[in-house]
């Protein structure tokens, strides 16, 4: 009898996975099947652009199975549970689905209602989130009418998918409010729980120095504990408080729900502890995890899902060979940070290597850690990518999965 691959969540990580192993196994050894709540595949990074009229929410969506290959089988439905001694999944719609191996793929969801008040008087009408495609279609709304005052971007808390996109976001509102002629009239005000502008020390060093040259003002370890939209003030768990006219908040996120009520599976914040090297999860050995929903201490990134696919595929076609597996996957994280004024910036980095400047992915390549317009041809490129290279499961011409170090420049870690 064929070998079961059931593999949960068909966004990034769940179809550039189905798609990789559908071309390694034949039909008659292996049945691969992706289940997924919904239709909707969205190319996430596109949000960020939708709230400056940039490109649209029908832009950025495709329908699911279109993105599998043929021989991969598509099933919408709502995972409720996972059991791990019986090896089965149990759907919301009922039918119970047994595996051989198991990819957990769905990734993290935004938990607003969290925190206190977010979701109260004010949202979506001066507080709002570009991280849903609804979220991002109102922000878009707000800003065409938004005449001056303090807009402020928000993270509650970490972690968060793409930690660079609200950075992106107070660069380009920057860039927004310029073109329209009243950048002087609004005050931008970035507001981090972390102590600088971004996790690593040098690009953490270069980003602030950055928001610092736009007139971003930049608040520092402030732990978001209420959003109160009525009176237009952020109230961190310390007191302090920042008002606001309008809030840009990047929501608490866990993993999906069904992850806490299936026993064994994740930890408390409903992500699946994992090994970090070979993508095994740690609650089964017929259990692996890629993308967000993995709780390893790497980005939540679609670059670094797209990474973690080789090691991923290669160590389940291991388990299934009754091989060792291989500690393949180094959390290489590469990202374009969008920075306005038809320019990006680009990092690349692993669990070891923090982002440095260079260039990438060889001495040649593109410019890291400085603005170039290269860069951004590279951020608006990598659309089609995403659709045709990165989804089907093919490898991108010179570009590895592992971090490259022959653009890096170390000196810079003085
Ligand atoms: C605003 C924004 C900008 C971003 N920009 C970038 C960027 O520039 N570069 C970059 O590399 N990354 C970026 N990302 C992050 C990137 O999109 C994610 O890291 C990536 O999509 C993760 O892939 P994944 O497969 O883990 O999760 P997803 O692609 O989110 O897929 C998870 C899937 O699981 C499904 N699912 C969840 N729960 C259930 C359930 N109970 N039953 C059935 N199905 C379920 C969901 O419907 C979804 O399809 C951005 C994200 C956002 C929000």
């Not at 940039?54 to 021989?71: F, K, M, N, W």
């Not at 191996?101 to 507080?127: F, N, Q």
């Not at 003002?217 to 109160?228: P, Q, S």
């Amino acid at each position: 009898m064929n070998r079961q691959i059931v593999i949960l969540g068909g966004g990034t990580g769940g179809t550039l996975t189905a798609n990789r192993l559908r071309r390694l196994y034949p039909l008659d050894q292996v049945d691969i099947l992706v289940v997924d709540q919904d239709d909707r595949h969205v190319y996430q990074p596109g949000l960020l652009f939708v709230p400056f009229g940039l490109t649209h929410p029908e832009d950025i969506v495709r329908p699911r199975a279109r993105q599998l290959r043929s021989g991969v089988r598509f099933h919408r439905a709502a995972v409720d549970r996972v059991d791990i001694e019986a090896n089965e999944v149990h759907l919301e719609d009922g039918p119970t689905v047994p595996y051989d191996v198991l990819i957990v793929a769905t990734g993290a969801v935004l938990v607003p209602e969290e925190t206190e008040g977010l979701t109260g008087p004010g949202w979506m009408e001066k507080v709002f989130t570009f991280y849903t495609p609804e979220g991002a279609a109102a922000l878009e709304a707000a800003l065409a009418t938004f005449d001056g005052g303090r807009l402020v971007v928000n993270i509650v808390d970490m972690p968060i998918k793409c930690p660079v996109a609200p950075l992106e976001f107070a660069f380009l509102a920057d860039w927004y409010f310029t073109e329209r002629g009243i950048r002087d009239q609004v005050e931008l005000v970035y507001v981090t729980p972390l102590d600088g502008a971004f996790t690593r020390p040098v690009a953490s060093r270069e980003l602030a120095g950055m928001l610092a040259e736009r007139g971003v003002e930049l608040v520092t370890e402030f732990n978001t504990g209420e959003v109160d939209g009525e009176a237009g003030r952020l109230v961190a768990y310390d007191g302090r408080e920042v008002p606001f006219d309008l809030a840009v908040v990047v929501p608490l996120h866990g993993g999906a729900p069904y992850v806490t009520r299936s026993v064994g599976l994740g930890d408390e914040l409903g992500f699946v502890p994992t090994d970090e090297l070979t993508l095994q999860s740690k609650a089964a050995p017929n259990i692996f995890v890629i993308g967000d929903a993995a709780n390893v201490p790497a980005s939540k990134a679609g670059s670094v899902t797209h990474f973690e696919g080789e090691t991923l595929v290669e160590n389940v076609r291991r388990y299934l060979a009754g091989d060792p597996l291989e500690p393949g996957f180094d959390g290489h994280a590469n990202c374009f940070i969008e920075t306005g004024f038809h320019k990006a910036l680009l990092i690349d980095f692993n669990y070891d290597t923090e982002p440095l400047p260079g260039h990438y992915p060889s001495p040649l390549g593109l410019p890291l850690l400085k603005e170039s317009r290269l860069n951004h041809l590279g951020k608006l490129m990598f659309q089609w990518f995403y659709w045709h290279s990165l989804l089907p499961g093919r490898d991108i011409p010179g570009i590895g999965s592992t971090m490259p170090t022959a653009g890096k420049r170390e000196e810079a870690r003085a």
